[in-house]
């Protein structure tokens, strides 16, 4: 199984921008990032799927740009104009859940590979 590891977030001012990176031990593809705020359900913000397409949530659409490198196939999420509702812990999987419904991330765990999550702190 593919093991994840995110990194790059941090505490901004609402405006701001942050990149996330998550960096895998083999080359895998289909990853998604994952959103999970404060009392509320998971969230999927953005993913590549297997074909190379691109998708994110109607919320973060504009601001938020997901990459993934062909060279070391590290998987980048570049978010600007940051806002207090982007607050949340961001997690990475390869092979996970094209949707969720109602439940924390952490429940999905069991689909795919998933890494450790990094905090991202919006403030206004």
């Known amino acids: 199984q593919v093991r994840l590891m995110e990194s790059g977030g941090g505490s901004v001012q609402a405006g701001g921008s942050l990149r996330l990176s998550c960096s895998p031990s083999?080359?895998?593809?289909?990853m998604a990032w994952y959103r999970q705020a404060p009392n509320s359900a998971c969230e999927v913000v953005s993913r590549?799927?297997?074909?190379?397409?691109?998708s994110y949530a109607d919320s973060v659409k504009g601001r938020f740009t997901v990459s993934q490198d062909n060279a070391d196939a590290t998987f980048s999420l570049q978010m600007n104009n940051l806002k207090p509702e982007d607050t949340g812990r961001y997690f990475c999987?390869?092979?996970?859940?094209?949707?969720?419904?109602?439940?924390?991330?952490?429940?999905?765990?069991?689909?795919?590979?998933w890494g450790q999550g990094t905090q991202v702190t919006v403030f206004s």
């Open positions: 999987a390869a092979g996970g859940p094209v949707s969720v419904a109602g439940r924390i991330c952490t429940a999905y765990r069991i689909f795919g590979s």
């Open positions: 083999d080359r895998t593809r289909d």
């Open positions: 590549i799927s297997s074909d190379g397409t691109a």
